[in-house]
């Protein structure tokens, strides 16, 4: 299911779960946009969703808004022949209708807390200022690495290559890992965005130089070979600062729900 028919399907759970509320708001032709079986679609849930679509970077056009009508009017539709039917009082709906309410009210209050403490541009720009002075200093290491399953074909590949094989060759053939498109090339990384296992060996690594031995992480063996170092060049602020908002932006999120819980009552029951 896509965000967007996520995001549709649960305003129509609270416009469900609200209708009372609905109804009070505006019973003229003049606020809504349809009747369905005498029951009015207000302008407000069209208007909403509308909303949450542009958010996530929908268009707001003629084509769109009626392709949005449509689709309100045939849940509607549908939503009040289940009524009928009775299946608005099964329990499944009526559990998954509490679901969407909660995940609803928690997604609202996230957003009514995010928008009285907006990320602003000093913010953005003091954690770019921050990152760079802690990375001035540090160095990139281009990295390459074949993994595979077992400790001994590790060992066998590793000889291959000592005997004179290409690494990149038998990156393509014998690697596991997604890298092995590329020849088991990772690229450029700071030494803090590779697992401690790899890096502590590297960092004593000379250019173009393969580790003594496969290094077991979880249930795979790597193979690594260092290419090259380069001090680490920051990227312009321009290039970094919608990344650093994000973070930022998440980082606030992560807070506020650790707060809020950290003042909840909450029992866990046993069974």
């Given at each position: 299911?896509?965000?967007?028919k996520?995001?549709?399907s ?35 849930l ?16 003629p ?72 990375l001035?200093?540090a ?8 993994v595979?399953?077992e ?20 990156a ?7 890298s ?12 803090e ?17 393969i ?7 979880q ?17 312009k ?35």
């Amino acid at each position: 299911m896509t965000c967007t028919k996520q995001k549709l399907s649960i305003i129509l759970a609270m416009a469900a779960i609200f209708q009372p509320a609905v109804h009070a708001q505006d019973k003229s032709p003049a606020g809504n946009f349809a009747l369905v079986n005498s029951v009015p679609l207000p302008n407000v849930l069209l208007e909403q969703f509308l909303k949450n679509s542009a958010n996530q970077g929908a268009k707001d056009n003629p084509e769109v808004r009626n392709a949005v009508r449509t689709e309100l009017i045939v849940r509607a539709a549908l939503g009040q022949e289940a009524t009928k039917l009775g299946l608005d009082k099964q329990d499944k709906t009526l559990n998954q209708l509490e679901f969407l309410k909660q995940n609803l009210l928690a997604e609202t209050l996230i957003e009514e807390h995010t928008s009285k403490n907006p990320i602003t541009d000093a913010a953005v720009r003091s954690d770019f200022d921050r990152q760079v002075a802690l990375l001035k200093d540090a160095k990139e290491f281009k990295i390459r690495q074949i993994v595979l399953a077992e400790e001994a074909n590790a060992k066998a590949v590793l000889a291959d290559i000592r005997k004179g094989e290409s690494f990149e060759k038998l990156a393509k053939e014998k690697s596991l890992d997604a890298s092995k498109s590329e020849g088991g090339d990772l690229g450029w990384l700071l030494a803090e965005q590779i697992n401690p296992l790899i890096s502590n060996v590297i960092v004593n690594l000379s250019k173009n130089s393969i580790a003594v031995a496969p290094i077991k992480i979880q249930n795979a063996w790597h193979i690594i070979k260092l290419e090259d170092t380069r001090n680490f060049s920051p990227p312009k602020f321009e290039d970094a600062k919608n990344q650093i908002r994000q973070a930022l932006l998440s980082k606030q999120r992560n807070e506020f729900i650790n707060k809020v819980l950290s003042t909840a009552k909450v029992e866990l029951i046993e069974k």
